[in-house]
Nanobody, 118 residues
Framework: QVQLVESGGGLVQPGESLTLSCAAS????????MSWYRRAPRKERELVAAIGSASYNIKYADSVKGRFIISRDDDKNTVHLQMNSLKPEDKAVYFC???????????WGQGTQVTVSS
């Protein structure tokens, strides 16, 4: 059973940073790319960043390129999203998912809320 537990969200001011973490289990972590998605109020879920297995490939949404960094720790089955220079439009619930181009499984975790406000 795939389990995804996101953490690290919170309330920050514009320009500040947060690092999100996702603990994954129920599948062979090293065999899968991992992605971060977000769902902002009244918007569809969108891909934010993705990292391939063994970190060979990485991609970012244009809106976060140069500000966010995705990384993975295959020893701990975790994926991280370092978010710098946060903007109010980054406010969303952030989710992780196995898969690089699309979610590999239909299940999602609870997500972690990120709010950027002065």
């Amino acid at each position: 059973q795939v389990q995804l537990v996101e953490s690290g969200g919170g309330l920050v001011q514009p320009g500040e940073s947060l690092t999100l973490s996702c603990a994954a289990s129920g599948f062979i972590f090293g065999n899968f790319g991992m992605s971060w998605y977000r769902r902002a109020p009244r918007k569809e879920r969108e891909l934010v960043a993705a990292i391939g297995s063994a970190s060979y490939n990485i991609k970012y949404a244009d809106s976060v390129k140069g500000r966010f960094i995705i990384s993975r720790d295959d020893d701990k089955n975790t994926v991280h999203l370092q978010m710098n220079s946060l903007k109010p439009e980054d406010k969303a619930v952030y989710f992780c998912s196995p898969g690089y181009s699309r979610p590999a499984f239909p299940s999602w975790g609870q997500g972690t809320q990120v709010t950027v406000s002065s």
